[in-house]
């Protein structure tokens, strides 16, 4: 069966002047626009498609890859506002998602920027998007564990740091005290739950902490080191967003693995870069 919101492995049942139809299970046949159909796919080839709806309401196929699939979040751009109706938002499809007048907190101007959560409404059976993010968040008490990798989509600025969604799931902090820089609305970013405290909620970090954190590190440098002939140009100066950029760590996890790297006299030291030793 296919799933309305999703991206779905179907079958090709037959062609048609439109497109081919595709076999949706209990939905019925599914119409694939002909503008969207591999070269020499023929009945029986099973295609990579994602179910909407179009503008009269009927179920189309497309290969199309959807910036967010019913459940996820995702930062859109305000495509157009319509009084009374709700902004068009831009999702990588050629026909826009609605946000709802009744699912906006903020006021959406055209070519905004919104975060939003993608659902199907019950009453239409539309795929449709909400700014209320809390109300679609997991309410359950979450049961990551501490170090635990994860997946997060940066929603909010706040006076101690971002907000950050998990997992399509949870809220989670990000503390400004324990970032390289800055971060934007809408980053995509893998991090680590650094705790989940009594009260429930989650505390984060880009970086994994401690020894963890180190080991991985230390060879990660070692081997730019080897693919850069024995230099690079860093060194206690080098700001945090280079260091983020070229490393993807903070500047203090950085300084971590260069002292237990120097400690194990494996680099060389200098104001201006770090070189393996003799190849001064």
Known sequence: MADLGKRNRLAIVREATPGCYLDGGDLGEILLPRRYIPENAAPGAVLDVFIYRDSEDRLVATTEVPLAMVGEFALLRVQGVKPGIGAFLDWGLSKDLLLPRREQVSFPREGGL???????????DRIVASERIDRWLDLTPATYTAE?????????????????????????????????????????????????????????????????????????ILEALTAAGGTLPFHDKSTPEEIRTAFGVSKKAFKQALGSLYRDRKIVLDSSSITLPGRQ
């Open 148 to 220: 635990q990798p994860v997946n997060l989509l940066i929603a909010r600025e706040t006076p101690l740091g971002y907000s950050a969604i998990i997992e399509n799931s949870h809220w989670g902090l990000l503390y400004d005290s324990e970032l390289a820089g800055p971060l934007r609305i809408g980053d995509r970013l893998n991090g680590f739950v650094r705790t989940v405290r009594p009260d429930g909620k989650i505390d984060l970090s880009l970086d994994r902490s401690g020894f963890a954190r180190i080991k991985p590190l230390t060879a990660q």
């Open 114 to 124: 919104v975060v939003v959560h993608v659902f199907i409404d019950e009453k239409s």
